[in-house]
């Protein structure tokens, strides 16, 4: 993708643009610092924020009518718009009688002219002023301030604006009647001569040769515009004089735009507590302001949480990190964290999708050759197991007819719970003139990964095979799977398994058995809603009805997708994010007495892992399923599938105790290797795989090539597999033949504990 | 530490580690005839770990 294309995904994002009582104030001011300091209690620096929009806030704060009450969403809400002038009178009050700090500005050589010291006037005299130009201000009175209807007192707001200007240099040219602009010397002037006043339309254009602008009451502008006009005309004429112009002159229309809330803010979700007890110089109605912005997305998101980053700062950060040479990608972790679970599309009230950003990124990232070919290689080898001879197979029931129905499992359900895909076939052959299986990888792996070409080689795969079978109804047991197949292949009907057992009720044949012996409807079911599932609610209301009807009683009607930190296959990039996750998911369901239903293979495993009673809802629609069942450790999981394939080609029994025998004649004669459990679990953590572990000590016993530690009197071995070396600490027990003492190596009989296994991504130059 | 092969004592070296087109080196034990290296878990897990990270995002 071009980079700049990524900005894209973030466009419509609406974050930190000008809250509902902003947007509606013609002075516009950043609402959310002001009251995030005065939250804290730091008033002078508040003031600071107000004084820069509202440029006389003294007299500001007494004239304004409150418009950003009118569209506050707390209002809105119900609850009583913020009083956003009392907390400015706050400040006000706070600075009383001070004098400003003055402006130390470089002085500028074009000269400005203001005619009219209201209030429009004078903000734009001020602004010009601050911005470095000498200004003179001609007025034909004797008070500046202009003039107000409700009978705010001219001496005082003639004083309060004296006082202001100490902070800049300015003339006042009082008690001066404009008759022509000829009398003006001046390279631009401001015409704010009020309502009624001179416009200075009739004149000779030769009379005046520089930039002209009118505006405030003059142009039928009410006060609070007429002030904003002013600001607007300085910016105007300080833009105008930076470029180059030709002499003569130019008259100048100040755009006065409509101001309006943007109704996004109202329909998001806020949290309107206010604390207890206000902190000690806090105000307390700036507690009761919700600094309204749109999180929804960073509110589900663990990634944008950890990084502290909204979408456009993801895409800007994602532009950098992808430029050719950079040497420092400060994305990386990002690209490599997300899921993929899409709930922060969900979320989005404009649907943006920062999961596709992501993805689209990590694979150019891929492609770029810049990624560490470790983030993802355990998952690819893993794939590529599942896609080889040992573990793939296409099975026809009738080869000479086409197949009716296609069950494809995914790979992961025959790893974990190998015996469940049997019996899930089984029963979907209930409901079929001719079955057919596919015990293969979807290929959603290699799209984690980045890896699009290998990505588009399974699709390809995957639809021969469907075209030999005869183009059946494609039936999934995996979420992720049916997730992937969908968008890949729409020429496809694919169903998920609940959906198409709900239409076949002869496929649980009146099994309603809890598995756990309670007597299913005092059974607690939370159901454990998939992230892949999201695009796919028929199928979360399917598992419902399904579970419903044998006899669970679910305690979340209402689907809630999340990613249990599956997802993405984040995990070798950034374990802490896939725990946080995974944690996040188990969180309340931990240690409880209700069982957590999933119909995802991978989240029904990561919350067996984190101890929670996790099944997978085939095994409880089928009646198998069992209490805290652990998952199998990964060596276990690639055997499974090897079973898998053989029980469907009908070479085999199942089970996963068939494996172990499976192994321990693989090793026939040699001697035992033990690993301790707890080792096997930072194995797992570190997908470390026994058979590697195996290796390197069979391979260092043969070949002598390890290291004797005499001091704890154990041997070290160490191996390059794919982009990890993996080093293994064991000792050796019962070497009784003295031959074997000489030669240092184990005796065939001895036993091997492995009491360490570690590994890293750096290769080490050895050799001599 | 003794290098079972060549039956000789494993003496500190600088050794140089390779990681995505960058190189990065630390002082390991290696067998001083066959060269044969190791690195204890702490270098692994630590330094090592640390620069694996960094390296990750060059
Ligand atoms: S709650 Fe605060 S930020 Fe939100 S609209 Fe009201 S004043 Fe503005
Ligand atoms: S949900 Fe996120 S991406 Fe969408 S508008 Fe809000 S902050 Fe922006
Ligand atoms: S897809 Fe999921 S992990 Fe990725 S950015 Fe969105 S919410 Fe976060
Ligand atoms: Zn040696």
Redesign the pocket.
């Known amino acids: 993708m071009e980079l700049a294309e990524y900005s894209v995904f973030?466009d419509?994002?609406?974050?930190d643009t000008p809250p509902p009582c902003a947007a509606v104030c013609p002075l516009a001011y950043d609402v959310r610092e002001f009251i995030r300091l005065m939250q804290k209690g730091s008033v002078r620096s508040a003031y600071k924020i107000i004084r820069n929009s509202l440029i006389f806030p003294s007299v500001i704060t007494k004239i304004c009518p409150g418009t950003c009450q009118n569209a506050c969403v707390r209002g809105r809400i119900g609850d009583g718009s913020v009083d956003l002038r009392s907390l400015e009178q706050i400040c006000v009050d706070k600075m009383a009688g001070k004098d400003p700090e003055r402006y130390n500005i470089p002085r500028k050589q074009n000269r400005a002219a203001v005619i009219g010291a209201g209030l429009s006037g004078l903000a734009c005299a001020y602004r010009l002023a601050s911005f470095g130009y000498p200004v003179t201000v001609y007025e034909r009175d004797s008070l500046i301030g202009g003039r107000f209807e409700d009978g705010i007192d001219r001496q005082w707001v003639h004083d309060e604006i004296t006082r202001e200007f100490k902070a800049v240099k300015c003339d006042f040219s009082m008690e001066t009647e404009i008759g022509s602009l000829a009398d003006i010397s001046a390279e631009a002037v401001y015409i704010a001569t009020g309502k009624d006043g001179v416009p200075f339309r009739d004149e000779a254009s030769g009379a005046f040769s520089g930039i002209l602008l009118r505006g405030g009451a003059l142009t039928g502008a009410d006060t609070m515009e007429s002030v904003r006009m002013g600001l607007s005309a300085a910016e105007a004429i300080n833009n105008r004089l930076l470029t180059s112009r030709e002499a003569g002159r130019e008259e100048l229309e100040i755009a006065v735009p409509e101001r309006s809330a943007d109704r996004?803010y109202y329909d998001l979700s806020y949290d309107l507590g206010v604390p207890e007890e206000i902190p000690e110089k806090g105000a307390a109605e700036a507690f009761r302001c919700m600094r309204c912005n749109?999180?929804?997305?960073?509110d589900v998101c663990p990634l944008m949480e950890k990084h502290r980053q909204?979408?456009?700062k993801i895409t800007s950060e994602i532009i950098v990190t992808l430029k050719p040479n950079k040497s420092k990608r400060t994305a990386v972790r990002m690209l490599m964290g997300c899921t993929e679970c899409g709930a922060?599309r969900e979320?989005?009230?404009?649907k943006?999708d920062?999961g596709k950003c992501l993805q689209e990124a990590r694979s150019d990232f891929y492609e770029s050759g810049a990624m560490s070919p470790a983030f993802h290689d355990y998952w690819l080898q893993d794939m590529a197991f599942c896609e080889s001879e040992e573990a793939r197979i296409l099975q026809i029931g009738d080869e000479s007819r086409p197949a009716d129905v296609l069950f494809f499992p995914g790979c992961q359900l025959s790893a974990s719970l190998p015996e469940y895909t049997a019996a899930a076939y089984g029963a979907l052959k209930k409901a079929c003139d001719n079955p057919a299986m596919l015990l293969a990888c979807c290929g959603v792996p290699a799209k984690w990964a980045g890896h699009r070409q290998e990505y588009e080689e399974i699709r390809k795969q995957i639809t021969a095979d469907w075209e030999r079978a005869g183009r059946p109804t494609v039936v999934t047991a995996c979420p992720s799977c049916l997730e992937s197949m969908k968008t890949l292949h729409p020429d496809m009907k694919i169903l998920s398994y609940y959906r198409f057992m709900e239409q076949h009720p002869e496929m649980s044949g009146g099994k309603n058995l809890s598995g756990s012996g309670k007597a299913a409807g005092s059974v607690k079911v939370k159901v454990i809603d998939p992230c892949s599932g999201v695009s796919e609610p028929e199928m979360a209301s399917s598992v419902r009805k399904l579970l419903t009807d044998a006899g669970y009683d679910i305690i979340n009607p209402e689907p809630e997708f999340a990613c249990c930190g599956f997802g993405g296959h984040i995990y070798n990039a950034v374990p802490a994010l896939h725990d946080t996750f995974a944690a996040r998911r188990t969180e309340d369901i931990e240690d409880t007495d209700v069982i957590a239903a999933a119909y995802c293979a991978n989240c029904r495993d990561i919350l067996a892992y984190r101890g929670a009673d996790a099944r997978h809802v085939i095994g409880m629609l089928l009646g198998i399923s069992e209490e805290r069942r652990r998952p199998p450790e990964l060596s276990i999981r690639r055997e499974n599938r090897r079973i898998a394939k053989k029980d469907l080609a009908g070479e085999n029994a199942s089970g996963s105790e068939e494996a172990q025998t499976e192994k321990t004649e693989k090793q026939g004669g040699m001697t035992e290797i033990r690993i301790p459990e707890k080792l096997i679990d930072k194995m797992d953590r570190e997908l470390i795989l026994r058979e590697q572990a195996e290796e390197i000590i069979r391979d260092a016993e043969a070949s002598g090539n390890k290291i004797f530690d005499e001091k704890d009197n154990r041997y070290i071995a160490h191996r390059k597999f794919g982009t990890v070396t993996i080093w293994v600490v064991y000792t050796v027990e019962n070497t009784v033949s003295a031959a074997a003492e000489l030669s240092g190596k184990a005796d065939p009989g001895s036993v091997i504990t492995v009491e360490n296994v570690y590994c890293h991504r750096m290769e080490i130059r050895e050799g001599p | 530490m003794k290098c079972c092969k060549c039956n000789v004592e494993m003496v500190e070296k600088k050794t140089t580690f390779d990681y995505l087109g960058h190189e990065a080196s630390y002082p390991v034990l290696r067998c001083p005839v066959c060269g044969q290296a190791y690195v204890p878990e702490e270098l692994a897990a630590g330094k090592i770990a640390d620069v694996e990270k960094l390296l990750e995002e060059k």
């Open positions: 973030s419509r994002c609406f974050r996004r749109c999180s929804a997305c960073y909204y979408p456009k922060c979320a989005c009230p404009e943006i920062m």
